[in-house]
């Protein structure tokens, strides 16, 4: 089993649509969890951390649920900017910075 | 803002070259990855290093070797290119958490 696993997509959605995505893993012990975007051909980017109280900036709203060990981002009244791969990171512990990337669960946001 | 570069967005070597991949931070970050992302694998951490002259195998090392001389800098060596490294290599830094900070990239190709 990967230690973090999505769905790849393509989620295709219409603008104003209401869209939702999981990421699961594997370590039990994982301690931080984030998600982050990468548009094509570009570098990923930090879009948000993820708390064990749920968390909401603006449109985007992550959870996590510790019992059935995956994290979930929502994104409301999705816009054509929304377009992008989004990528799940966990981070298992341990004496360094290591993270695991889950390899990404593609949005196209259709006008 | 955080600002990491790498010295060339694309590079073509031939079969048996030695390559480098340099990639600067300008945040006075600990720690510093190299990644390479591969369509449907992710991302992949081939090394990572939490201080000067300090460097941990990541996932795929194999082939890959690293140098940290100053803190700022993390150079990527392929020591004999060969075509299955043929991708898109990411640098990343950190401070002490476990956010990371990208580079734009540099598509590889090995010929």
């Known amino acids: 089993r990967k230690e973090v696993e999505q769905d790849p997509g393509p989620f295709n959605v219409p603008e104003g649509a209401t869209v939702a995505f999981n990421c699961t893993y594997s370590?039990?012990?994982?301690?931080?969890f984030f998600w982050y975007r990468q548009d094509c051909r570009k570098e990923p980017k930090l879009l948000m951390s993820v708390y064990s109280s749920g968390n909401e900036d603006g449109r985007f709203t992550a959870q996590l649920n510790r019992a059935s060990q995956y994290i979930s981002l929502l994104i409301r009244d999705s816009k054509l900017s929304d377009s992008a791969t989004y990528l799940c990171?966990?981070?298992?512990?341990?004496?360094?910075?290591?993270?695991?990337f889950g390899t990404g669960t593609k949005l196209q946001v259709i006008p | 803002d955080v600002k990491v570069t790498q010295s060339s967005r694309y590079l073509v070597k031939r079969t048996g070259e030695k390559v480098f991949l340099e990639c600067v931070q300008d945040?006075?970050?600990?720690?510093m990855f190299w990644y390479r992302q591969d369509p449907g694998l992710g991302l992949r951490l081939i090394y990572f290093?939490?201080?000067?002259?300090?460097?941990e195998k990541g996932d795929i090392p194999e082939g890959y070797s690293v140098s940290r001389e100053k803190k700022e800098r993390f150079s990527l060596i392929l020591e004999s290119a060969s075509t299955n490294q043929t991708s898109m290599y990411l640098c990343a830094s950190s401070f002490t958490g476990p956010e990371q900070y990208f580079g734009p990239g540099t598509r590889l190709t090995v010929t």
């Open positions: 990171v966990v981070r298992s512990g341990g004496g360094y910075q290591k993270v695991t």
């Open positions: 370590n039990s012990a994982s301690q931080s």
């Open positions: 945040m006075d970050h600990e720690n």
């Open positions: 290093s939490y201080d000067v002259k300090m460097k």
